[in-house]
T-cell receptor
């Protein structure tokens, strides 16, 4: 079945450091890929998405490229801020009437 | 409405009791999803509605869990004979359709605690 594997957290970085959160997936079809973010005390929010191979999703300085050859969708940001502290979830949606499948989440803490 | 609304935001119930959790999706969204999120885990799929019908209920853990969406808008997740293991945050999400890849809009969730 479809699944998503994320790197284990927590990840702790200093402000302005480079961020990578790894995500790999297994899917039977041609999925769309997503990153969701959950800030402390808030609900899940869509951060970015990519719907086909080699697409790059980007938002708020974050980027992720859909790599079909490595079945990956790693999240990157060049310079993190304290306000980026949150839990990040990688997710996939296969074609048709199928629901989103989430990874377990990676907690990011950015310290000043 | 402007977003997905879930009520109550918190619910504490005794083991063995019955609970109902409500979700009010974005107006016009035909697809509605229920997920359950345990501490330190990602959301786990429970059930998906397309309009009034349950298109996929494969994630419901057992027959104590049931959900309805009688008019194709508001949905209620019902849990009978609650157990301590049911304690989690229950998330609802909606999407314009079930097949397109828009991503979902999530509500803030209902935190259920079974004591």
């Amino acid at each position: 079945g479809n699944s998503v594997t994320q790197m284990e957290g927590p990840v702790t970085l200093s402000e302005e450091a480079f961020l990578t959160i790894n995500c790999t997936y297994t899917a039977t079809g041609y999925p769309s890929l997503f990153w969701y973010v959950q800030y402390p005390g808030e609900g899940l929010q869509l951060l970015l998405k990519a719907t086909k191979a080699d697409d790059k999703g980007s938002n708020k300085g974050f980027e992720a490229t859909y790599r079909k050859e490595t079945t990956s969708f790693h999240l990157e940001k060049g310079s993190v801020q304290v306000s980026d502290s949150a839990v990040y979830f990688c997710a996939l949606k296969d074609s048709g009437n199928t629901p989103l499948v989430f990874g377990k989440g990676t907690r990011l803490s950015v310290i000043a | 409405g402007a977003g997905v609304s879930q009520t109550p935001s918190n619910k504490v119930t005794e083991k063995g009791k019955y609970v109902e959790l409500r979700c009010d999706p974005i107006s016009g969204h035909t697809a509605l999803y229920w997920y359950r999120q345990s501490l330190g885990q990602g959301p786990e799929f429970l059930i998906y509605f397309q309009g009034t019908g349950a298109a996929d209920d494969s994630g419901l853990p057992n027959d104590r869990f049931f959900a309805v969406r009688p008019e194709g808008s508001v949905s209620t997740l019902k849990i009978q004979r609650t157990e301590r293991g049911d304690s989690a945050v229950y998330l609802c999400a909606s999407s314009p359709t079930g097949t397109a890849n828009y991503g979902y809009t999530f509500g803030s969730g209902t935190r259920l605690t079974v004591v």
